[in-house]
């Protein structure tokens, strides 16, 4: 199976996106987007690992489906920004490969 | 240049976890890290975009970076719970191009 | 009209909270809840006040209650680790007064 | 000790705000803030109860004081929508005395 890169990934959001004339929110709604999706994934872990149970006859949500959400929201805010997702993993991973490298403990150690 | 998938970063990820003892923290505290990490990027937007303006002398701090970290704890949580990014993001695209497909204006209306 | 103190807001939510065996979540989850409810906020504010209207037939929701919701879970944050909203309070007024005097624009300048 | 009412707690930030030409930023701005503020606050939790402990060398921070910018904002944003605090409280402790009054396990069961 050909996998999906990120950089199609944001392609095809942006595909999405420039159809409509409202195109991409101004990066502090986008923001606000981001806690509005990041808040319902919160709900759907805290109902299957946390203390907070779903009440009753209330309908079963999907942690993957609102993961998705959150990933498209930062997919929208990074293309309107013109920001590529994939230098800021390498980024980020090179950060933990050399400032955080000792922050954890080795399982040799 | 080869790009990076969404397969290739989930394992690069869990490849650089599986050095240490601690593993991946639990769903309810990569929630906790994602607010952390959310609220990190939501300062810097704001002081880019908003009304509320970095102090004199307070570092420049990095809007791809903080879109990074986000992705790297999302990333966290989709291995920790065995869900493909790639299927998370099809599922939504899916959602858009169907049940929201007249929720925005189009260019040609 | 006798105004309810913050202090007497706290044992409100506390006389409530010891009525249940469940008593009040970890901080963690306190934080995983906190998240929730501000996305649901975040979601009234932007169908209100941004660019995100609600769907056709989406039932009208309320930014007071969701704020009510935000203030509730804060004071069981605060009830359970012993913490005093009222001193909190004058500490963050204190900072303002002083460490943040000069950070806005004086209507007199 | 005379203890602080909710509604002079909103009549205290809204004088100090009231001293600048910025005055309250809009709503959007707010959740933006608030997402800030409540990073923060998740961050000193996950430090004191969760798995990320602060890196060696890093300053101690303080719950109170995270928990006092929350509350400050959620005051910014009720106080700039005429919303009273003590309201939204009754309404929510209502909510709970009677929607939600068998959501939880009574002691007594």
Redesign the interface.
Known sequence: ME???????QQ??DK?I?????GY???????????????????E??H?????KK?AGEADGS???E??????C?TC??NS?H?D?????????HK??TRDAN?????E?
Chains 1, 2, 3, 4 share one sequence.
Request: proline share 3%; hydrophobic share 40%; charged share 30%.
């Open positions: 996998r999906l890169t990120l950089f199609e990934m095809e959001v999405h420039s159809q409509f004339k409202e929110f101004p990066p502090m709604s986008l923001i606000v987007r981001l806690t509005e999706e990041l808040g319902e994934l919160a709900r872990v805290n299957r690992y946390g203390e907070k009440k942690i993957a489906e993961i998705g959400d959150v990933l498209y930062l805010l990074a920004l920001i997702l994939e230098e800021t993993h390498r980024s980020v991973m933990f490969y922050r954890w403990t080795r399982k150690d």
